[in-house]
């Protein structure tokens, strides 16, 4: 049988993309009061607190308006684990990466 630990799939417990091989990367839970109020945690999964607010934005501008790029920075995001109840609490900087394209004139 073929080892397909290695193959690249839409992972159905944490829906995101990675190895069939590879752990799910932990729960997190975040909450931006700015722009959603601050009764709904949204499911986010990453590797650490910081990780997780870090996708949390980046995301949030992918699916938004990029407001946070936009702006440079997110006055404040919570992140929690849920297993501990631990809260912690952060400001996150964004930053575009420059891009050049070169196209032929003659
Ligand atoms: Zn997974």
């Not at 992972?11 to 909450?31: A, I, L, M, S």
Request: glycine share 6%.
């Amino acid at each position: 049988m073929k080892e397909d630990k290695w193959k690249f799939i839409k992972c159905p417990v944490c829906n995101e993309y990675h190895f069939k091989g590879d752990k799910c990367k932990k729960r997190y839970q975040f909450q931006i009061p700015e722009f959603y109020g601050d009764e709904e945690w949204y499911d986010i999964r990453a590797d650490s607190f910081e990780k997780a607010a870090e996708r949390a934005c980046e995301l949030d501008d992918a699916r938004g308006d990029f407001t946070i790029i936009g702006r440079g920075s997110l006055d404040e995001i919570f992140v929690r684990d849920p297993e501990t109840d631990e809260v912690k609490k952060f400001c996150v900087e964004a930053e575009g990466v420059p891009t050049y394209y070169a196209k032929e004139i003659k």
